[in-house]
């Protein structure tokens, strides 16, 4: 019995057709294809393609699950970079599918937690928690990529309940000099009253963090200055902007290092932020698109520090396993994971 998976984005869609395998329960991957969402004019022709083109061998998918980057209301999506209205109900009607589901593109990610293989992420912190707490079986994921996401979810032997979370919108708190006058050169420079974590703790964030240090006269003459003169025009070199950042930093550059560190403190800080407030001793779960690029930073004594800073509650948090999820296609792996677990309702 086969089923489908989608991982969907304003940039790219990704398709991937699975089959369900009695000796294994993770998802089978039968066939995958990479979209570029602005090649084309709705979903449904995107699918239709995948499904006509690519899938023509294979047995038709009996289940599919939708993860889209953004919000989800009555199995009903708007993509608003695309203009894309996608309803789950009408997708099940014309694709024959016994059921369709979308669901947020992060939140989805909880329920491909359970079937993670060994090769798929890392560990951080085994934590030493020896159960009994009603919060065992409590996730939570954090993850930062072009923004930041937070869900939790409940997984236990009997079933996964996912708890969506706007929780990467909460407050940015600065705990250093240098942390304040970066939060209040960000409300001069976007014109805006309030900084949220996900200004900070992003793709976006990470290329804020080095606008404002090279805003500073003693970094007039760095070479990235150029750089930022031409990103004005182009949302394409932006987006290209945090992988110089990280470059450099390896590089030795001292500007970029000191970038890096502001961006890994707040992020640290926020984990062990997320992790007092869900006390969440089934795992705590570091994801998105910057994830299997810091993971060795993640690791490192700064991120460690800084995930610990909580005064009195720092011995909790060492008790919180801290996991990195490194598979950069685990969206459409969770996906898949749903739309395995929606068989057996059809």
Not at 188 to 201: P, Q, T, Y
Request: glycine residues 8%; hydrophobic residues 40%; charged residues 25%.
């Amino acid at each position: 019995m086969n089923f489908l998976a989608c991982d969907l984005g304003g940039t790219k869609v990704l398709l991937g057709m699975f089959k369900k395998d009695l000796n294994d329960e993770s998802p089978n991957l039968i066939i995958k294809k990479k979209y570029i969402s602005s090649e084309w004019v709705s979903f449904e022709l995107i699918l239709e393609d995948f499904l006509k083109n690519e899938c023509r061998n294979f047995t038709h998918p009996s289940s599919a699950c939708l993860a889209v980057a953004g919000p989800v209301s009555g199995n009903n999506a708007k993509i608003i970079n695309l203009s894309w209205n996608i309803s789950g109900k009408a997708l099940k009607n014309k694709f024959n599918f016994e059921s369709c589901e979308l669901i947020n593109d992060f939140a989805v990610q909880i329920y491909g937690i359970p079937y993670l293989k060994e090769n798929q992420y890392s560990t951080i912190q085994d934590g030493s928690h020896f159960g009994g707490s009603n919060n065992d079986d409590l996730h939570a994921i954090v993850g930062a990529g072009t923004g930041l996401g937070i869900a939790r979810g409940i997984i236990s032997e009997e079933k996964v309940k996912v708890l969506a979370s706007e929780g990467g919108h909460v407050e940015y708190s600065p705990k250093s000099k240098s942390e304040w006058e970066l939060k209040i050169w960000l409300k001069n420079h976007l014109k805006i009253e309030r900084i949220s974590c996900e200004r900070i703790v992003s793709g976006t964030g990470l290329s804020r963090i080095a606008e404002w240090r090279l805003s500073k006269p003693d970094a007039q003459n760095h070479p990235l200055q150029k750089y930022l003169e031409e990103i004005k025009n182009s949302d394409v070199l932006r987006k290209e902007l945090p992988e110089k950042i990280c470059t450099l930093s390896n590089e030795g550059d001292q500007f970029m290092f000191e970038v890096e560190r502001i961006w890994l403190g707040a992020y640290a800080s926020l984990l062990g932020d997320v992790a007092l407030q869900e006390l969440c001793f089934g795992g705590l779960w570091i994801s998105g698109g910057t994830a299997p690029k810091h993971f060795k930073n993640f690791k490192s004594d700064l991120f460690m520090k800084q995930f610990l800073d909580k005064g009195r509650l720092k011995d909790i948090l060492k008790t919180i396993p801290m996991k990195v999820i490194l598979d950069e296609e685990f969206g459409l792996f969770s996906a898949a994971c749903r739309a395995k677990m929606l068989l057996k309702t059809t």
